[in-house]
């Protein structure tokens, strides 16, 4: 199969782009792969512009992004800092450094394109999101420098696929294989393969795609829409993108990511350059109880409850923890939104809540008014939480426990019939535990729970083993 990367974006290091060189160096040599680079002149953070909590916790380590308000995030963000230049030092990307990397590879081609990074890129419509122009600036260039070449040589690239040099991508050679040869799905101009594909509704995540040359073509085409008055951020931009040229999509398997690369900012980066940084930094990392602060905005009130959490979280009180994580921002300001999707610091601030709710034994929604008072805004909140699908998730997973705990079969049985869809692997063992335990007082109990246990993992041995047992004694 005959292969192009196209890597987009501004280089931040070496190390992604080594990982992507070594995984290339052992791919199956039926494929000729070439790659197209296309990069500005000087390496770096993404620091400029508008920035959301998804780009600020790639820059600073969780210790001081818990330490940032949420009015800190969007077009400028530096200026709540003193800081006067990039606490990055920018180096020069020759287009000799970047062949070094792949020249044990086995590369069919190595196409380099280096711009000196002068462009405004700035239009007359104010727009949200503006940073996303020069990524989808960049897929759209390198992907005319991959036209240029089709067209010269003739032929088409067999897959394309556009990613950026600071993913870490691992290539699947029996997924590459198989597609390939058109075995699970076929590469084609209405179908494109993306990471955690429809996990989220009308989203479309950004960090990478493969494909056929031509869907490639009319992915990088989104820049054009970047400029329109019509712009909707980048991740729902991609999906009325996609749905608008009838394109399908699919789970990338052939070719998974596996993080990004990263050199994160500490605290001691930014000492002394925001007040309210330093002072709730010195606050939790001392014994003091958080004072009752009447001076600070309600964003800087949220940051001193979720330090309270994280001091509660310490000493193990899980109990008091969900009551300082309910008093931050659950309760100070909107959350999520009524969909039950929660992004950036509000889904950070979900997964902690999560966390809390399966260490407290949570199985309902209600239940979370134990730990705080009840009010409105909480109360408009928690019905979003409630829409949630990870939050159900675990509630859900959490309640059938419960029953079978209680040996509550019946309520048990309705449960798994009706919510199936959401139990988590950690039901099935833990129900099989319980099968195991009850089995020389109440065999017929340890049977049902064990044929409750395999709707949830199919695949589970162990549970497959102790069913066949049960079920040979029961004959």
């Not at 820049?223 to 009838?246: C, E, K, P, V």
């Not at 003091?288 to 009447?294: A, H, M, R, S």
């Not at 009180?317 to 992004?343: T, Y």
């Not at 709710?357 to 008014?369: G, P, Q």
């Amino acid at each position: 199969m005959k292969i192009c990367i196209l890597i987009c974006g501004q280089i931040r290091g070496r190390k992604a782009l080594e990982h992507l060189a070594k995984n290339l160096s052992q791919l199956n040599k039926h494929h000729e792969v070439s790659i197209i680079i296309s990069t500005w002149s000087k390496t770096g953070m993404k620091f400029s512009g508008a920035l959301g909590f998804g780009q600020v916790a790639r820059i600073f380590d969780e210790e001081v992004l818990a330490l940032i308000p949420n009015s800190f995030y969007g077009d400028n963000f530096w200026d709540n800092f003193n800081i006067l230049h990039d606490p990055f030092q920018s180096e020069d990307v020759t287009s000799g450094s970047l062949r070094k990397i792949f020249e044990y590879c086995n590369l069919e081609n190595l196409w380099v394109d280096i711009e000196e990074n002068i462009l405004d890129l700035e239009f007359d419509i104010k727009l949200e999101d503006k940073n996303s122009k020069k990524m989808l600036y960049k897929r759209w260039r390198a992907n005319e420098i991959k036209k240029r070449i089709e067209r010269n040589e003739k032929r088409q690239f067999d897959l394309v696929l556009c990613t950026r040099p600071d993913l870490f991508i691992n290539f699947d050679s029996e997924e590459l294989t198989a597609l390939s040869y058109g075995k699970k799905t076929k590469l084609t101009e209405k179908l494109i393969y993306l990471p955690q594909n429809n996990k989220v509704e009308r989203y479309v995540n950004d960090i990478f795609a493969y494909g056929a040359s031509k869907v490639i073509d009319t992915y990088t085409a989104l820049f054009s829409m970047s400029i329109s008055g019509t712009w909707n951020y980048i991740h729902r931009a991609y999906y009325d993108w996609l749905q608008q040229n009838s394109i399908g999509s699919v789970e990338a398997e052939a070719i998974i990511a596996k993080g990004f690369e990263s050199s994160k900012l500490s605290f001691e980066d930014i000492k002394n350059k925001n007040n309210f940084i330093d002072y709730a930094y010195n606050l939790s990392n001392s014994e003091l109880q958080i004072p009752k602060e009447k001076d600070l905005s309600v964003d800087e009130q949220c940051i001193l409850h979720f330090i309270q959490y994280q001091k509660d979280l310490k000493e193990k009180d899980f109990k008091k923890a969900m009551h300082s994580l309910l008093k931050s921002d659950f309760s100070q300001r909107i959350v999520g939104n009524e969909e039950g999707i929660f992004n950036g610091r509000d889904g950070w601030l979900l997964s902690k809540l999560i966390e809390l709710v399966n260490a407290l034994d949570i199985s309902d929604l209600n239940e979370l008014f134990h730990y705080s008072d009840r009010h409105k805004l909480l109360e408009d909140n928690v019905r979003r939480i409630g829409c949630n699908k990870l939050f159900l998730k675990s509630t859900y997973s959490n309640r059938v426990v419960k029953f079978a705990r209680a040996k509550q079969l019946e309520l048990l049985q309705e449960d798994i019939k009706k919510n199936l869809a959401y139990l988590e692997p950690r039901v099935a063992d833990a129900l099989i535990t319980l099968a195991v335990k009850y089995e020389y007082d109440d065999l017929g109990l340890s049977h049902q729970l064990a044929k409750q246990a395999i709707k949830i993992k199919p695949d589970g041995k162990f549970i497959k083993y102790k069913l066949d047992n049960y079920e040979k004694v029961n004959r």
